[in-house]
C-alpha cells in the first residue's frame, strides 16, 4: 500500500472519530439542575422558577433533562446540594441570593460545569449571574397602593435586608408618595423567604398598626390570605396570587424565568455559552402584572398602565431625583437617575420619609 493511500486512509479515519465524537457531544441532552430556597408548592417566587423550568422542558423536549431539589437552606447545605448536582450535570442554576458563595465555591471544583446565580453580582469563567429589577413593578404597585390606602399606612413584609429588598421598599414608597404624599410604611422584617407561619404572623402586626394594604418580599401566599379575611388591599409576589384572595388582591408581580433558561440551556448545548450578568426588567419581559382587580378605578388602571409601558420604553426610572436618604443627606439631584453600580446593586439605605429603623 502507498505511503498517500495509508496517509488517506488514517486521516478518514481520524476525520471520522472526531464527527462521531462530535455527533455524540450534540446528540447528548443537556443536564440542568436547580436548586431552589423554598418547596414548588409555595405558589411564589420557586413555584416561578418551576414554572421556568418546565418551560425549558417543553421547548427543548429530548434534548433536555431536568433536577431540581427543593427546599434548600443558604448555608453548608447549599453546597453540599450544589457539589452533589455539579458532579452530574452540565449547568446548574441557583435561584437564591444566599447561594452566591457556595455557588462561587462549587464552580471553582468544577470548572467544566456552567453555573448561573440567581440575585447575586459574583462573576467566574464559569459562572453567570442573573436577576430582574423587581423594583420596577414595585414602582408600579406603590403607586396603586397610594391610591387605595384610607388609613394612609402601608405594611410591607420584608425577607432579608439585602439590597434587592431595600430597593423594592424605595422603589414602592417613593411612587406611592408620589400619590398621596400622606403615606406611610410599616416595614416588619421576617428574616425569611418561605414561612407561612412567620409571614402570617408579620401580617397580623401590620394590620394592628393600621395596615389597610399590605405588599410583600417573601414567598407564600399567607399574606394574600391574612388580607383576604381581614378585609383589606394586598399584592402578589412573583406570581398571580388571585386565586388566595379575590376580594383583596389588587394585582401581582409576576417574574417570568422561562426564556431566559431556554436561552442559556440552549447556549450549552450549541457550545456558546460565555459568562455574563443579566439584570432584566419589564422592558425585557422578565417583569409582568398580573390583570388588575376590578376594585381599582379605571383612572388608576389606566396610571398602572401608562407607568408599564413607560418602564417598558425606558422613559421612567423609579429613582429620578431629587431624592435624599433617610438621614436628609442629598442622593440624587433634580431629574438625576443613579448608577447602576454601585447605587442600584449595592443599595443599603432608606430614602428620606421611610420611619422605620434601618436593619443591621
Given at each position: 500500500?502507498?505511503n498517500?493511500r495509508?496517509?488517506?486512509?488514517?486521516?478518514?479515519s481520524?476525520?471520522?472519530?472526531?464527527?462521531?465524537f462530535?455527533t455524540?457531544?450534540?446528540?447528548?441532552?443537556?443536564?440542568?439542575?436547580?436548586?431552589?430556597?423554598?418547596?414548588?408548592?409555595?405558589?411564589?417566587?420557586?413555584?416561578?422558577?418551576?414554572?421556568?423550568?418546565?418551560?425549558?422542558?417543553e421547548?427543548?423536549?429530548?434534548?433536555?433533562?431536568v433536577?431540581?431539589?427543593?427546599?434548600?437552606?443558604?448555608?453548608a447545605?447549599?453546597?453540599?446540594?450544589?457539589?452533589?448536582?455539579?458532579?452530574k450535570?452540565?449547568i446548574?442554576?441557583t435561584?437564591?441570593?444566599?447561594?452566591m458563595?457556595?455557588?462561587?465555591?462549587?464552580?471553582?471544583?468544577?470548572?467544566?460545569?456552567k453555573?448561573?446565580h440567581?440575585?447575586g453580582?459574583m462573576?467566574?469563567?464559569?459562572?453567570s449571574?442573573?436577576?430582574?429589577?423587581?423594583y420596577?413593578?414595585?414602582?408600579?404597585?406603590?403607586k396603586i397602593?397610594g391610591?387605595?390606602?384610607?388609613s394612609?399606612?402601608?405594611?410591607?413584609?420584608?425577607?432579608?435586608?439585602i439590597?434587592?429588598?431595600?430597593?423594592?421598599i424605595?422603589?414602592?414608597?417613593?411612587?406611592?408618595?408620589?400619590v398621596?404624599?400622606?403615606v406611610?410604611?410599616k416595614?416588619?422584617?421576617?428574616?425569611t423567604?418561605?414561612?407561612?407561619?412567620?409571614e402570617?404572623?408579620?401580617?397580623?402586626?401590620?394590620?394592628a398598626?393600621g395596615?389597610?394594604?399590605?405588599?410583600?418580599?417573601?414567598?407564600?401566599?399567607?399574606i394574600?390570605?391574612?388580607?383576604?379575611?381581614?378585609?383589606?388591599?394586598?399584592?402578589g409576589?412573583a406570581?398571580?396570587?388571585?386565586?388566595f384572595?379575590p376580594n383583596?388582591h389588587?394585582?401581582?408581580i409576576i417574574d417570568?424565568?422561562?426564556?431566559?433558561?431556554?436561552r442559556?440551556?440552549?447556549?450549552?448545548?450549541?457550545?456558546?455559552?460565555?459568562?455574563e450578568?443579566?439584570?432584566?426588567?419589564v422592558?425585557e419581559?422578565?417583569l409582568v402584572l398580573?390583570?388588575?382587580?376590578d376594585?381599582?378605578?379605571?383612572?388608576?388602571?389606566l396610571?398602572?398602565?401608562?407607568?408599564?409601558l413607560?418602564?417598558?420604553?425606558?422613559?421612567v426610572?423609579?429613582?429620578?431625583?431629587?431624592?435624599?436618604?433617610?438621614?436628609?443627606?442629598p442622593?440624587?439631584?433634580?431629574?438625576?437617575t443613579?448608577p447602576?453600580?454601585?447605587?442600584?446593586?449595592t443599595?443599603?439605605f432608606?430614602?428620606e420619609?421611610?420611619d422605620s429603623?434601618y436593619?443591621?
Amino acid at each position: 500500500m502507498s505511503n498517500r493511500r495509508l496517509t488517506s486512509i488514517l486521516k478518514f479515519s481520524l476525520l471520522s472519530l472526531m464527527l462521531a465524537f462530535t455527533t455524540n457531544v450534540f446528540a447528548d441532552p443537556v443536564k440542568a439542575a436547580w436548586v431552589y430556597v423554598g418547596p414548588i408548592g409555595d405558589m411564589g417566587w420557586t413555584w416561578q422558577h418551576h414554572q421556568g423550568l418546565l418551560y425549558a422542558k417543553e421547548n427543548m423536549g429530548d434534548d433536555l433533562e431536568v433536577t431540581y431539589v427543593e427546599s434548600v437552606p443558604e448555608g453548608a447545605d447549599a453546597e453540599r446540594v450544589i457539589t452533589s448536582l455539579a458532579l452530574k450535570n452540565d449547568i446548574v442554576f441557583t435561584t437564591s441570593f444566599g447561594y452566591m458563595n457556595p455557588t462561587i465555591k462549587v464552580a471553582a471544583r468544577f470548572p467544566d460545569v456552567k453555573f448561573e446565580h440567581n440575585t447575586g453580582y459574583m462573576l467566574a469563567d464559569n459562572v453567570s449571574n442573573y436577576g430582574a429589577r423587581f423594583y420596577e413593578n414595585r414602582h408600579i404597585i406603590g403607586k396603586i397602593a397610594g391610591h387605595m390606602t384610607e388609613s394612609n399606612i402601608i405594611g410591607y413584609v420584608a425577607s432579608y435586608p439585602i439590597p434587592e429588598v431595600i430597593r423594592g421598599i424605595n422603589s414602592a414608597f417613593l411612587a406611592a408618595r408620589s400619590v398621596n404624599p400622606d403615606v406611610q410604611f410599616k416595614i416588619v422584617w421576617a428574616y425569611t423567604w418561605f414561612d407561612p407561619g412567620k409571614e402570617a404572623d408579620a401580617a397580623n402586626a401590620l394590620i394592628a398598626q393600621g395596615a389597610d394594604v399590605l405588599m410583600q418580599h417573601t414567598d407564600s401566599t399567607a399574606i394574600m390570605t391574612i388580607a383576604e379575611e381581614k378585609g383589606i388591599y394586598a399584592f402578589g409576589q412573583a406570581s398571580d396570587m388571585s386565586a388566595f384572595g379575590p376580594n383583596a388582591h389588587l394585582t401581582s408581580i409576576i417574574d417570568v424565568w422561562g426564556p431566559y433558561y431556554l436561552r442559556r440551556i440552549t447556549d450549552v448545548k450549541n457550545g456558546t455559552w460565555e459568562s455574563e450578568s443579566t439584570f432584566g426588567g419589564v422592558e425585557e419581559g422578565m417583569l409582568v402584572l398580573s390583570s388588575m382587580s376590578d376594585v381599582l378605578s379605571d383612572e388608576i388602571k389606566l396610571e398602572a398602565q401608562m407607568t408599564l409601558l413607560d418602564l417598558e420604553f425606558g422613559d421612567v426610572d423609579p429613582f429620578t431625583g431629587p431624592i435624599n436618604k433617610q438621614d436628609g443627606s442629598p442622593w440624587l439631584a433634580e431629574g438625576e437617575t443613579p448608577p447602576m453600580f454601585p447605587d442600584i446593586i449595592t443599595m443599603d439605605f432608606y430614602v428620606e420619609g421611610i420611619d422605620s429603623k434601618y436593619p443591621n
